[in-house]
């Protein structure tokens, strides 16, 4: 099964999806892979790497081969720009910062990763990706004219244009270590235009609590990066959130 087919199957079975967030700069490779096989313990539905200061390369290769020899989950690229492209990932999230200012991340790093998206065969999900303050790391380096967080229509805006383009997904973020996620009003304003287009929240999701609140207002996935990464039970972590939000 494709990997965005086996994500909306688990959307539609069990209200919601978990996707463990992991940045190859933060750790080494083994210790990528220690963390990827303890959030499948706890029963997360997939692994997303990525990183918005651009690790690239040998490093992410090699954070995406040991993660594969630890957890039969798939494997989603979330790429900083072109050089977040590996052929040892399942999937990518191929995305456009559609509230950015600086065309290399609307459709320039898309067209350099392109090719090798298309030679090494893996599969790309296409994704409308909108920063809403505060933004964080990836919004200075995406230059994102960050939605202001009490203007819901405006994510709205951005969210339909995304959807007319044929984006298949859409991604609410409010950055990586955000103190607090978009609120439950945007996510419910969002996913009401979007319909059966699957929306993801992430960015200051800490706790099953905060998790419940952005599925419960119509997040179909949830992800989770910084609290995993700063968590010394990764699985009892995981099962906390995911408990929140799957029926
Ligand atoms: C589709 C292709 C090939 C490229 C897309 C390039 C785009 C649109 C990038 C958007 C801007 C950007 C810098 C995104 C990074 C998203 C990301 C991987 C965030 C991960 O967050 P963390 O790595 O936890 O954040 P820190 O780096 O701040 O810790
Ligand atoms: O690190 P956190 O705050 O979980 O954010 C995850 C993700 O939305 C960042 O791109
Ligand atoms: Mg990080």
């Known amino acids: 099964m494709q990997v965005e087919e086996y994500l909306n199957k688990i959307a539609e079975s069990e209200g919601t999806v978990h996707l463990t967030l992991i940045d190859p700069a933060s ?21 997303m790497v990525g990183g918005s200061t651009g690790a690239g390369g040998v490093i992410l290769d090699q954070t995406l081969l040991k993660i594969k020899e630890k957890t039969d989950k798939p494997t989603i690229l ?10 040892y990932a399942d999937a990518i999230f191929f995305m456009s910062l559609l509230n950015s200012r600086d065309i290399n991340f609307i459709t320039t790093n898309q067209a350099m990763g392109a090719p090798v998206v298309y030679k090494s065969g893996i599969e790309p999900i296409s994704m409308a990706y909108l920063i809403v303050e505060p933004g964080g790391t990836v919004g200075w380096v995406g230059d994102a004219k960050l939605i202001p967080k009490h203007k819901p229509e405006l994510a709205v805006a951005y969210a339909l244009a995304g959807k007319y383009l044929g984006m298949h997904y859409t991604y609410l973020e409010a950055g990586s270590g955000a103190d607090a996620p978009v609120t439950p009003e945007m996510i419910g304003a969002v996913k009401h235009v979007l319909g059966d287009n699957k929306l993801i929240v992430g960015g200051g999701i800490r706790d099953g609590e905060t998790a419940k609140l952005c599925a419960l207002a119509g997040a179909d996935m949830i992800v989770t990066g910084t609290i995993l990464e700063e968590s010394s039970n990764v699985t009892a972590k995981i099962e906390e959130l995911v408990s929140a939000i799957k029926k």
Do not use: K, M, Y
């Not at 750790?27 to 692994?47: K, M, R, S, V």
């Not at 979330?78 to 052929?87: I, Q």
């Open 27 to 47: 750790q080494t490779p083994d210790e990528a892979a220690e963390i990827a096989h303890a959030a499948a313990l706890g029963g997360t539905d997939a692994i």
């Open 78 to 87: 979330f790429p900083g720009n072109a050089s977040g492209v590996s052929r």
